[in-house]
């Protein structure tokens, strides 16, 4: 049931992006320049004479409007606040970012653990480590082992 449920979820996730990102955002360009000439630019004659058909106007449009929409988005994501905003509300919902990710990590994570312990060992043998050192390395195997565990380490977003 949770395979089929997963699919689904995965389908519904493909179809919410690709008709966000795709469909709705091609049809309400065309719409919208559609609605701007037909209600306004036909309903005002000074600007029916610049743009006696629709074609020219699109043309016009797209050229202003392409540039335009590339410096906004740049700058939404370069100098304003609400892009970085997004992308701390993404890091606190996605559990990953606190626990290890399924693949690979499950492999590096204990080589990991096992080099540390190996140097913590080797260093604690010739005395290179003061006490402080020591406390620092067990803090990190007790993260890694956490990890390894399946556990979460930091602060995820609890869910209400």
């Known amino acids: 049931m949770t395979l089929k449920l997963g699919f689904v979820a995965r389908l ?32 005002i004659p000074e600007l029916l004479n610049i743009f006696p058909k629709f074609v020219p106007f ?8 392409v540039p335009l929409s590339i410096i906004i988005g ?25 626990k290890l990710i399924p693949g690979k990590e499950e492999v590096y994570a204990p080589l990991y653990l096992e080099l540390l312990v190996q140097m913590k060992r080797l260093a604690k043998m010739q005395g290179l480590m003061s006490p402080e050192e020591i406390s620092r390395i067990e803090d990190l195997e007790r993260k890694l082992q956490i990890l390894i565990d399946g556990g979460y380490v930091g602060n995820p977003r609890r869910r209400l």
Do not use: Q
């Open 58 to 65: 699109a043309g016009l449009s797209t050229v202003i409007g």
């Open 74 to 98: 740049w700058v939404h994501l370069k100098r304003s606040a609400a892009f970085s905003a997004e992308t701390d509300i993404g890091i606190e919902a996605n559990p990953y970012y606190y």
């Open 12 to 43: 519904w996730y493909y179809f919410r992006l690709g008709y966000s990102t795709y469909l709705t955002f091609l049809l309400g360009y065309i719409s919208t320049l559609i609605t701007v000439y037909y209600l306004a630019i036909k309903n």
